[in-house]
């Protein structure tokens, strides 16, 4: 299979290559990057002037619900959607039925992953036993297994003497710990953010207290007992501060915020659309630009989608009662160019870091390169592509997106990973 890119705007964050390239790819490997390259008989031959090539992205947050509620995604579903979203790799979370905590269920999905192949599946496996919080899991095992990080997500381990443990093996094995920071004392039934806006609109709400005051714990303990520690989908300014404090003081923590923390707030809320109930819930417009600043400054170190499918009728029913959680993984690019790129917040190569080298560091992945010989792992982006957010559209079996009928400009367009390739019907 040989594969042409030409006039190719490489976006390469190791220095090697910068401007307009042309690339050969010979059966999944960079046989020759220069310009101008021609004259061999190729499979497929497309010119990407205008558009760029970066680094296969990389989602370290995302919930694929297989096994047990393959109604609402499963693994081939996910692994479609994250494609068409313009990601190589993702990382999924635990809390599925069953939940993953045993070396028989990583290797499940590792191996339905594989038999998908088109998109690069890691697992991420439960800190405790059912994510229970009373009992560690066999974290070695797990590793050995294939998981490539821990995580009681949806729950945060609560038990400071277990969160110790859990740090202290994470550093033998050298595998991070990912917290979500909720206290469920200050939570409870809370559905969102505590703040003027959805007091008066009648919500019940939870504290922004319950995700600091469990962050704030958890950077003592790795203080005091060491670790790898990373916080997902941070919403509060003051988890801002706290996270920077921390890494001004040389602690090994790492966090990640997520495109509709970045991007909507809880006026939205006025709605009582319970596409935009989400956990930690989003927060004020305040807090979305402390969180787009923490980007700037690199206290957040990457972007993840939270992909979170649900079926249609359990977010049909009122805000309160409906569950945690919307889709992200084919709307994370275009929000993020949009919103980031367009508006001259970031670069793209700053993006390309947030999206795809960051998250893969924090993982301990290796990054795709762009080396002669290298195995080709490449996203295609056209920074151009305007188009209206329709979730009928997705590859996703869900469509609970806050993101609907928003108009976007810019898109991932297209994938090639190794000897799997994907070209979206946007790439003109």
């Known amino acids: 299979m040989k594969i042409f890119l030409k006039n190719a705007r490489v976006i390469d964050p190791s220095g090697t290559y910068d401007g307009m390239f042309d690339i050969h790819i010979v059966d999944g490997m960079i046989q020759e990057i220069g310009t101008p390259l021609g004259g061999n008989p190729v499979n497929y031959e497309i010119n990407l002037r205008g558009k760029f090539v970066v680094p296969g992205l990389f989602d370290m947050h995302t919930h694929l619900r297989e096994p ?139 504290h922004r207290l319950a995700e600091e005051l469990i962050l704030i714990r958890d950077i003592k303990l790795l203080e005091a007992f060491g670790g790898k520690y990373h916080a997902t989908h941070i919403s509060t300014s003051q988890s801002v501060e706290v996270v920077s404090d921390a890494k001004r003081r040389g602690l090994p923590i790492t966090c990640d915020v997520t495109p509709h923390h970045l991007f909507l707030d809880d006026n939205i809320l006025s709605t009582y659309d319970s596409d935009y109930k989400v956990n930690p819930p989003l927060r004020t417009r305040e807090d979305c630009k402390a969180l787009i600043e923490a980007l700037k400054n690199g206290t957040a170190d990457a972007i993840a989608s939270d992909h979170a499918p649900h079926a249609l009728h359990e977010k049909e029913v009122e805000f309160d009662a409906a569950p945690f959680g919307m889709i992200g993984l084919e709307t994370t690019v275009g929000a993020v160019m949009t919103k980031l790129y367009h508006e001259k917040i970031l ?35 056209d920074p151009n592509y305007e188009w209206t957010v329709e979730p009928d559209k997705f590859k996703s079996k869900s469509r609970n997106t806050g993101f609907k009928g928003w108009k976007f400009k810019g898109s991932a367009v297209g994938i090639i990973n190794g000897e799997k390739f994907y070209f979206s019907d946007r790439l003109k």
């Open 68 to 206: 047990g509620q393959e109604f609402k995604e499963d693994i081939a579903s996910g692994i479609a959607a994250a494609a068409n979203g313009g990601f190589t790799g993702i990382a999924a979370m635990p809390n599925t039925d069953p939940v993953v905590d045993s070396a028989d269920v990583v290797k499940y999905v590792l191996d339905r992953a594989r038999q998908s192949g088109l998109v690069s599946v890691h697992q991420i496996a439960a800190i405790t036993e059912g994510r229970k919080g009373e009992r560690l899991s066999e974290m070695k095992d797990l590793a050995e297994a294939g998981a490539v990080a821990f995580s009681d997500d949806g729950s945060a381990v609560t038990n400071s003497q277990m969160m110790r443990l859990a740090l202290e093996y994470s550093s033998m094995l050298n595998k991070p710990l990912i917290q979500h920071c909720e206290d469920r004392d200050l939570t409870k039934s809370g559905s969102a953010n505590e703040s003027p806006a959805t007091i008066k609109y009648g919500l019940k709400t939870q």
């Open 347 to 381: 670069t793209i190569l700053e993006i390309v870091k947030l999206l795809s080298v960051n998250p893969r560091k924090i993982l301990g992945l290796p990054i795709p390169a762009f080396g002669l010989g290298a195995r080709a792992e490449l996203s295609i982006i």
